[in-house]
């Protein structure tokens, strides 16, 4: 088996791990365990919580010290056994505990699979740029995959779900074993500085201005993706709210709705080496800002009617742009922008960024808007996805007069 089918079979285990419980673990929660609102809340906020460190501290463990793949590994152990445990749990505050400590080893891997995956393209003579979109794309499957395994199974409000999880986790470990081993960089000559002793080798990016705004941008970005991520389910529920779509597939069925647009990232993940190499990374980071502003504007007019319907299927074809123009371009462009010696860290510091601090700022700061919009427990919809519209317009107005573009970037490997 070549290096290229191994890497698609690890990201497609990487992400149906996840896609096996991420959706559906609160209903479980909920349904099954009976948790309040902010008890299931507090559980999925250790996934933030996790992301604005551990990536970064992860990465700088598998650039100074133990190869990127064994710590991968190490990870998805811990992630198995948490798992495990999590299954048999009925505690909300150990449910927490449990949930936190899977948090701190599974977020990291997300990271790292793209380093390892960059590694073992380069060390057998591949592009990165024309060939990583179409195995990364094994990822989006996986998570498509076992999200329907688990729903078809009617194993929604079962712990089950959490136990595919966990033996996913364990084949994947093994899977590992069969990549090319990453080295670690030592310093073994001249005196080290102590940003290099603490291994905070790519913080030092934020020095250059051009990578300081890209990784601002990142934050801003991240929030808007965490928009969505919280609100976009319980947006479609409410049309029930409604008798004349109490009934319709939208109400019925909106997580079915939503997994087009994982669909869709599927097919622009394709598109993400044709338009690095023609425009830079700065017009493919605005087109996903501009998808952002019209995925939220058609979410604001979007209903299960015959023709609100349309525009909420539309919606969600227009996510997969939004999401791989940002997320797999940029990790591409963090890739290609860094000495090897501090990949692990750079991409650490990426997930940081978008999956820590700016999904923090996501859920909190759409919090307040979906609050501010609520009147008599109703909330007024259209109005609040025309705000995020709005920032949306903003950040990409604001982004296209102060990043400067060379497009011919990712013309050389």
């Given at each position: 088996?070549?290096?290229?089918?191994?890497?698609?079979?690890?990201?497609?285990?990487?992400?149906?791990?996840?896609?096996?419980?991420?959706?559906?673990?609160?209903?479980?929660?909920?349904?099954?365990?009976?948790?309040?609102?902010?008890?299931?809340?507090?559980?999925?906020?250790?996934?933030?919580?996790?992301?604005?460190?551990?990536?970064?501290?992860?990465?700088?463990?598998?650039?100074?010290?133990?190869?990127?793949?064994?710590?991968?590994?190490?990870?998805?152990?811990?992630?198995?056994?948490?798992?495990?445990?999590?299954?048999?749990?009925?505690?909300?505050?150990?449910?927490?505990?449990?949930?936190?400590?899977?948090?701190?080893?599974?977020?990291?891997?997300?990271?790292?699979?793209?380093?390892?995956?960059?590694?073992?393209?380069?060390?057998?003579?591949?592009?990165?740029?024309?060939?990583?979109?179409?195995?990364?794309?094994?990822?989006?499957?996986?998570?498509?995959?076992?999200?329907?395994?688990?729903?078809?199974?009617?194993?929604?409000?079962?712990?089950?779900?959490?136990?595919?999880?966990?033996?996913?986790?364990?084949?994947?470990?093994?899977?590992?074993?069969?990549?090319?081993?990453m080295s670690i960089t030592r310093h073994t000559q001249g005196k080290q500085s102590v940003i290099s002793l603490l291994g905070l080798d790519a913080f030092v990016l934020f020095k250059e201005p051009r990578m300081a705004i890209f990784f601002l941008f990142s934050i801003l970005l991240g929030a808007v993706l965490q928009v969505t991520n919280t609100f976009g389910n319980?947006?479609?529920?409410?049309?029930?709210?409604?008798?004349?779509?109490?009934?319709?597939?939208?109400?019925?069925?909106?997580?079915?709705?939503?997994?087009?647009?994982?669909?869709?990232?599927?097919?622009?993940?394709?598109?993400?080496?044709?338009?690095?190499?023609?425009?830079?990374?700065?017009?493919?980071?605005?087109?996903?800002m501009i998808a952002w502003t019209i995925r939220f504007g058609l979410f604001a007019y979007g209903d299960p009617s015959p023709i609100g319907v349309v525009w909420l299927f539309l919606s969600m074809i227009v996510y997969g742009c939004a999401f791989d123009f940002f997320n797999i371009s940029g990790s591409i462009y963090v890739e290609k922008s860094v000495e090897p010696?501090?990949?692990?860290?750079?991409?650490?510091?990426?997930?940081?960024?978008?999956?820590?601090?700016?999904?923090?700022?996501?859920?909190?700061?759409?919090?307040?808007?979906?609050?501010?919009?609520?009147?008599?427990?109703?909330?007024?919809?259209?109005?609040?996805?025309?705000?995020?519209?709005?920032?949306?317009?903003?950040?990409?107005?604001?982004?296209?007069?102060?990043?400067?573009?060379?497009?011919?970037?990712?013309?050389?490997?």
């Amino acid at each position: 088996m070549n290096i290229k089918s191994k890497l698609k079979i690890v990201l497609f285990l990487q992400f149906f791990i996840w896609g096996s419980w991420l959706i559906t673990f609160g209903s479980y929660m909920i349904n099954g365990l009976h948790y309040t609102g902010m008890e299931v809340a507090a559980v999925y906020g250790t996934m933030g919580i996790a992301s604005l460190f551990m990536p970064s501290l992860l990465g700088i463990v598998a650039d100074k010290w133990l190869p990127a793949n064994y710590l991968y590994i190490l990870c998805h152990l811990v992630s198995a056994i948490t798992l495990f445990l999590a299954a048999s749990i009925t505690s909300p505050i150990v449910m927490v505990f449990v949930i936190l400590i899977n948090s701190f080893a599974y977020m990291p891997t997300i990271a790292m699979s793209n380093a390892i995956s960059y590694f073992s393209l380069e060390s057998n003579k591949y592009d990165i740029i024309n060939d990583f979109p179409g195995i990364r794309i094994f990822g989006t499957i996986g998570f498509i995959i076992a999200m329907w395994l688990v729903s078809l199974l009617k194993l929604e409000l079962s712990n089950i779900q959490l136990y595919i999880g966990a033996i996913a986790s364990l084949i994947l470990c093994i899977c590992t074993l069969s990549l090319p081993k990453m080295s670690i960089t030592r310093h073994t000559q001249g005196k080290q500085s102590v940003i290099s002793l603490l291994g905070l080798d790519a913080f030092v990016l934020f020095k250059e201005p051009r990578m300081a705004i890209f990784f601002l941008f990142s934050i801003l970005l991240g929030a808007v993706l965490q928009v969505t991520n919280t609100f976009g389910n319980p947006f479609l529920h409410d049309f029930a709210l409604n008798p004349q779509f109490k009934d319709s597939f939208v109400v019925e069925y909106p997580s079915i709705l939503l997994s087009i647009s994982q669909i869709s990232e599927v097919v622009f993940i394709l598109f993400v080496p044709f338009f690095l190499k023609r425009l830079g990374i700065k017009y493919v980071m605005l087109i996903s800002m501009i998808a952002w502003t019209i995925r939220f504007g058609l979410f604001a007019y979007g209903d299960p009617s015959p023709i609100g319907v349309v525009w909420l299927f539309l919606s969600m074809i227009v996510y997969g742009c939004a999401f791989d123009f940002f997320n797999i371009s940029g990790s591409i462009y963090v890739e290609k922008s860094v000495e090897p010696k501090i990949r692990n860290s750079a991409q650490g510091l990426f997930m940081t960024m978008t999956n820590g601090l700016g999904a923090y700022l996501g859920s909190m700061g759409s919090g307040l808007v979906v609050d501010y919009f609520t009147y008599n427990n109703v909330k007024d919809w259209p109005n609040i996805w025309l705000v995020f519209a709005l920032y949306s317009l903003v950040l990409a107005t604001v982004f296209m007069l102060v990043f400067k573009n060379d497009k011919n970037e990712f013309n050389h490997s």
